[in-house]
């Protein structure tokens, strides 16, 4: 099973990662399309993930007030449980870190409660109390 991840940096890339999370978030999870898509997009780093040359999963982060954020980690259903979030968790984290910009800012993420034992093989742990966005339960996560 080959599996890749890319920072994506064309136009079609970008397209098949926002194709993922409309499939992902707005379908499947039923997310508000104008919520999903917002004014960071130009913005973020984005990354791609391929199984056997096939896109099925993308995530994102950029610079905020509050430090690093990764978010937008979407895996097609029928590529879950195969390695996908675990490398672009890796892959996102590997890119911010030899960001110089990065250096001494707080790393953090909203997660799906469903997530939460993903993000916490890296290192994150649970800030504060459970709250709804987008009507999905999550914690906000930061890298201890």
Known sequence: MRLTVEKIANKKSQEEALKIRELVFVIEQKVDPTVEYDEFEEESTHF???????????????????????????VLKEARGKGVGQALVAAVLADVNANPKSEGKIKYLHSQLSAIPLYA????????????????????????
């Open 121 to 144: 093989k890296f290192g994150f742990e649970k800030v504060g109390e459970m709250f709804e966005e987008c009507n999905i339960k999550h914690f906000k996560m930061e890298l201890a």
């Open 48 to 74: 791609l993930a391929k199984l056997e040359g096939s896109p099925v999963g993308t995530a994102r982060w950029r610079f905020t007030k509050n430090g690093i954020k990764m978010e937008r980690f979407a």
